[in-house]
């Protein structure tokens, strides 16, 4: 639509007004444009977030976690922020377990940190599974992977560089990458998966180059646990602690949803902050919007008394201030989304490390969810502010609207 | 008759006390008659106007058009008639600063959600006000006695029966003014009636009748010049 050409259409009336008055429009787009950055920012960061943890206690999948007494932040560190470590267990803490009443599955893990030197082609967490009796990782590992894991096969998570057929180095010696799994959105994402054996190995090697001890023959990290239900997680724990004694067993029995349960309840905060925030801006925006949309309506008395005495009625001199504010808020909202995207997208690994997140993952049906929030709450938020002027001004009587706007 | 007021009468407040704008005003229109109100500033003559105009409510009194008093109108019917059977010009520049003066005349065309391209008709009463070579301009271009020639422009688009003008002269000088009133005379011999409002004595006599008025009451009651 050209402004300044003829015939006018009644739309064309709102598109000049706007057009024909840059900076004003401008200032408009610009206020609604803030709030709808702000609200799609806010909203995808903490879905991502809240995303990220739900699809990590989805894939945990245990009840318990066994580990050496002292790791359980290690873990934590792992699990949720992608920081790799190395520690060990003796073997045996696997069976052990298994004996006790209620357990139903007990699989050992071996957890083994590269380094960045030149003897590994990345920093990571090396995770060893035993492939008969693994129920955390095994499921969504066949999902990429038909057969088995051979000795010097590796399957990478989806964050780490490399694909299929590729080869990573760890501790000078080579791995094929037999499968990469999709992204999680946990600290799983830059793991590296390999069989029990092969992570031993990878172990000893790591020693050998660091001149720390050894890793016992037969050394685990962790066991997860799955339980039949009977006893709840903490019931369990406790029943593991006193038959192996608190404290001397040199275990930490860790239910696996406490270990989200902190997050999740930190999140729960956060989320609640973000949302009190965001209320808070938009009435803060709905208000100032309100103050501009009626110093705009006071300043534009004449030319509503003038299409007035043309014979426009109330109603459509009303439409005409909806269509403009409407038009506005739409712009606004869309601009400070696409500009909250900007921001967000490609620096999304960025924000991840600066707020130590990497378990952020949002869908895009759920990123596009929050977009089209973002969007009717702004443009609710304009529509709102301009509504109140529109029947003010609808409201008085023409002369009088006239007389004013000569004043 | 085209236009009827019957006592019209109308109650402002400053502070706290209140004087008639208006008080008691009775005049006609008939058709294709150039009639004027004439009076000091201060009279009541634009509150007349507007209140022959629809735009503002009389406290007592009626008003009728071709038949029809205001009273049992509603805002849509009021609004229609003003659109389409009286044209407005209002006093001081009325037109609209975001439109080429093309596009305000034909303002009233597309507030009516009429179907078809006024802007053959509203080139050619560019034409009848002189100012056709002005058409793609925007107003903060024209001059004072340009931009009231686009009010009556604008005015006349829908072929109203019933021109108001509130002091279309008052700030232009002699030869403006000279033009302004020859293009209404010629507009009333084609049947278009004129009611305007006028505090100077000289323009006036270019009327058909004139009623004079003074504190809100009409003194002389509407007498044939010439």
Known sequence: MKCGKTPLSFRGIAWCNLKRRPFRTVCLISLVAVLACVLFGGSAIIGSVVSGTDGLSKRLGADILILPSGYDKTIEGILLRGEPSTFFMEREWAEKIYEVEGVIAASPQLMVASFNASCCSIPAQIIGIEQDTDFIVEPWIRTSLPGRLSDGDIVVGGAVSGKPGGRLNFFGREYRIAAKMENTGTGFDGSIFMDMDSARRAARDRSEMTGDPPPPGGAISSVAVLTDGRFTPNAMADRIYSRFGYGKSGIAVVPAKEIIGNVSGGLRTLAGFVTAFAAVLWLLCVLALSVVFSVMTNERKREFGILRSLGITRKKLASLVVLESAAISAAGGLTGIFLSALLILPFRVYIKTTISMPYMHMPPAQMLAAAAGSLAVSFAAGMLASLCSSARICARETYGVIREGDA | ?226
């Open chain 2, 1 to 226: 008759m085209i236009i009827e007021a019957l006592c019209l009468k109308k109650k402002y407040f400053r502070d706290e006390n209140s004087f008639m704008a208006v008080d008691g005003a009775s005049l006609s229109v008939g058709e294709g008659e150039f009639v004027c109100v004439t009076g000091r500033s201060g009279s009541g003559k634009t509150t007349l106007l507007n209140m022959l105009a629809g735009l503002l409510p009389p406290d007592s009194g009626s008003v009728t058009f071709e038949g029809r008093e205001y009273g049992g109108m509603n805002d849509d019917e009021l609004s229609e008639l003003r659109n389409t059977r009286l044209g407005y010009i209002m006093q001081g520049p009325g037109v609209l600063a975001n439109f080429t003066v093309t596009q305000n005349v034909i303002l009233p065309h597309v507030i009516s959600g009429r179907e078809g391209d006024p802007t053959d008709r509203a080139m050619s009463l560019l034409e009848q006000t002189g100012i056709r070579g002005l058409a793609a301009q925007y107003p903060s271009s024209l001059s004072g006695g340009e931009l009231r020639r686009v009010a009556v422009a604008r005015a006349l688009l829908m072929s109203p029966k019933l021109l108001i003008a509130d002091e279309p002269t008052g700030d232009l000088d002699e030869e403006t003014t000279r033009g302004i009133m020859d293009l209404f005379s010629s507009i009333a011999k084609e049947g278009t009636a004129i009611l305007m409002v006028t505090h100077d004595a000289e323009t006036a006599r270019r009327c058909d009748r004139r009623y004079d008025m003074k504190a809100g009451r009409i003194t002389s009651p509407g007498a044939h010049l010439g």
